[in-house]
Structures are given as structure tokens and as C-alpha cells.
């Protein structure tokens, strides 16, 4: 027999195999509200001012992991969404129409979360970016991810947090000096952007758990070190124009996950570098830039 065919019993004859091989859909865990004894909680101080106590204590936030998994569909980004950014990168940040490409969903890393309890649980490992081959200009850009959790096309922007099914922190990794060659000869940006690995996220918390309101804090840091730090409101175009305005080129369906654009400041990472992004009470998302595989 073919070997893609297999011998049916019933009648002697042969059938054609559903698929050649299955693959794997990309999914995130979602994280909810809970205890700080809870095993493997994940905690951290608040950055919500409706979070901290009266006498202006910092209050502690922590996240469990829940029985849920967010499969991925697809993965969408829109480029200069923050003026600044705009600028360093040399172009006009006067409010223009929105700008989007995609990332191939199985290109996210979930950066495991570092968990805070008492508990004896064996410790969390860190996650490992290998650095991409085919370059030497590594840049990250610190970015809100929003998940969308109902399908829609053509939202008006005051429908448009409807469809949003919660939030994560992540990071666009790209590779600059392959993007700069694509401007330059008019080309796609899928290698510049698209690698295996390029978007490293946290967990999701669903909306009804987090205040991102627009003084939440956006931070990414190496080795330490503050590079990217701005807030949500400094976005040209907010998470329900960004919905509405995605959704009149393409039906967003559950699993879509959308990069709401980077704030000013990006810049290489070598291979040994640590790194955090961080968004008001979301779980930060930490990773390291390994060695290439």
C-alpha cells in the first residue's frame, strides 16, 4: 500500500490518512487572583493605586495558575504606536492611520513566572531566549499584549473591550539590521520579525483580575538596568482603536493576540542578558538571551 494510505477492514480497501502528522497549537496558561500561601503563588507589589492600603503601604497582588490554557490563532503587531518611538526611529509621529504585521503564533515563549511561596517547590528555571541566527543587532521592545477572547469584524471602538479576553506583558524581538535591509528594498519584515522565538510573553490574567488604566507603567530592563519606561496612555492609538481599526482588515477570533507598540528606548541585547518587562500588576515577563541553537 501508499505509505500515506491505510488497509480498511471493513472492505478490503484503503483509506486516505486526516492528516499526514498533527502539530501542536501554541497555548499561554491564564493566571488568576489568589492567596499568597497558595503553592506556586506569584507575587508582586502592586503597581495600582486601588490595590495599596490607605496609609499608603504597598499592596501585594498575587496570581495562581488556573486550570485554563489560551490557545494562540494568531499573533499581530502594530508598529509605532508610541510617539517617541516613532521619532527614534525617524519618522513623523504625527497620528497617522495604524500599521500592522504578524508574527507566526507558535513564535511565543511563555517566560515562567517566578514563584514567590514558602512552599518547597523545586525553583523555577529561567526561560532562554537562543539569540537569532543571521544577525548582529538584537533589539527587544517592551510591549502590552492584549488577548482577544470573542470574534468580531469592523468593531466600533465602543464595543471593542468586549471582545477583549485579558492582558499580557511581552516582548517584540527583533532583528534591526535585517528590518533596515527589508526597508531599505521595499521588502516584508517576516524575517526580521517572524524567528522562532520572537515573542516572549507571560501568562494572561483575564481581564476582570487587572487595572491597566492609562497611568499603568510600562518598564523593560537589562541586567537590571531601566531601558524602556513610559505609560499606556502615551499610545497614539489606545487598545479600542487598535481593536477596531485591526478588525476592519481582518475577523478577529478568539485566540488572536494583539502587540500594542513599544514606548522609546530600544536597543541590542547580547547573548548573557537578563531581561524584564514589566506593566502595572501584570506578571512580569524575564527572560535571558541564550547561546544560538
Known sequence: PHPHHSKSTSKGG????????????????????????????????????SNNDDDGTTAVVSWVKSDLEFPIRRIYCVGRNYRAHAIEMGYNP?????????????????????????ATTAPTSKTHVPYPPMTSSLHYEGELIVAIGKDGLRIPVDDAMDHV????????????????????????????????????????????DINLDANSSIQLEVNDDIRQQSTIDKMIYSVPEIISNLSQLFRLRQGDLILTGTPEGVSNLNIGDSVSVTCGDLIPCKFVIGQPE
Open 14 to 49: 484503503y483509506i486516505m490518512n486526516k492528516f499526514l502528522f498533527t502539530l501542536p497549537r501554541p497555548t499561554v496558561p491564564v493566571f488568576i487572583r489568589g492567596s499568597r500561601s497558595s503553592v506556586a503563588a506569584v507575587s508582586i507589589e502592586s503597581n495600582s493605586k
Open 94 to 118: 504625527d497620528r497617522e492611520p495604524p500599521f500592522f504585521f504578524q508574527k507566526p503564533a507558535d513564535t511565543a515563549v511563555v517566560c515562567n513566572p517566578e514563584s514567590t511561596t514558602t
Open 165 to 208: 479576553y485579558g492582558y499580557s506583558i511581552g516582548c517584540d524581538l527583533t532583528c534591526r539590521d535585517l528590518q533596515s535591509q527589508a526597508k531599505k528594498m521595499g521588502r516584508p519584515w517576516d524575517t526580521a520579525k517572524g524567528f522562532d522565538h520572537s515573542c516572549p510573553m507571560s501568562p494572561i490574567i483575564p481581564k476582570e
